[in-house]
């Protein structure tokens, strides 16, 4: 049986799970990070909070309240993390689109509207990339470390889903045999000064689906 590695939690009923049991593929679900909130911070008020990842809703939200700001999700994951805590989403991307495209597309629809955005020290800032300066408020409201934790035996393919991930699996040492899938642009960046170019894939979507359709490519 293939066992296939990726660094973040899913669920028993998303459809990679379905897919691996149904392929006889061992999925083995484990982050290569840790994350920690930052204390003592200062919350701008702004028209739109918008927010990258399910961590950073996690962190925001245990520690400071939404009052008349409309939401901002950059995918499906982090509009779920939003609603589990009793909010609901002005604006969620499209999982089609890569970090930027989807930044446009919000850019966009706000027009001039100022917006915050609760991220990770290691935040790549690529939504807000495409604002003007005085229309952002960056506000670092967790820490990201990289972890350096046993590598299961015999990983196929490890799913890669951030750089930060993608240095905590080089910290432990994963096997340079194995064949990498990457969550974007930024993490196959990051893994190329790393890796055997032909052992990386980078995926055109945030979705299972297109993480499944590396997959057949790979292992058929």
Not at 44 to 55: A, C, G, Q
Request: negative net charge.
């Amino acid at each position: 049986m293939a066992r296939i590695l990726v660094t973040k939690k899913y669920s028993r009923n998303s459809l990679l799970k379905k897919w691996c049991d149904t392929n006889d593929k061992e999925l083995i679900c484990r982050p290569f990070i840790t994350t920690k909130a930052s204390e003592q911070i200062e919350i701008k008020e702004t028209d739109w909070i918008f927010f990258s990842s399910p961590r950073g809703v996690k962190h925001f939200l245990e520690n400071y309240s939404i009052e008349n700001q409309k939401i901002a999700a950059l995918s499906l994951g982090t509009a779920e993390a939003v609603k589990h805590y009793g909010y609901a989403c002005d604006f969620v991307g499209n999982p089609d689109l890569e970090t930027t495209d989807i930044g446009l597309a919000f850019r966009d629809m706000v027009l001039g509207d100022s917006v915050l955005f609760p991220i990770s020290n290691r935040s790549l800032h690529r939504v807000q990339s495409v604002f003007e300066i005085d229309q952002i408020h960056n506000c670092v409201v967790y820490h990201t470390t990289p972890l350096q934790l046993n590598i299961p035996e015999n990983i196929a393919v490890a799913i890669v889903t951030s750089p930060s991930n993608a240095e905590g699996l080089i910290l432990s040492g994963i096997s340079d045999k194995t064949f990498m899938i990457a969550f974007g642009k930024s993490t196959e960046a990051y893994l190329k000064k790393h890796w055997d170019l032909a052992k990386i894939r980078v995926t055109e979507a945030y979705t299972d689906a297109a993480i499944i359709q590396q997959l057949e490519a790979h292992l058929d």
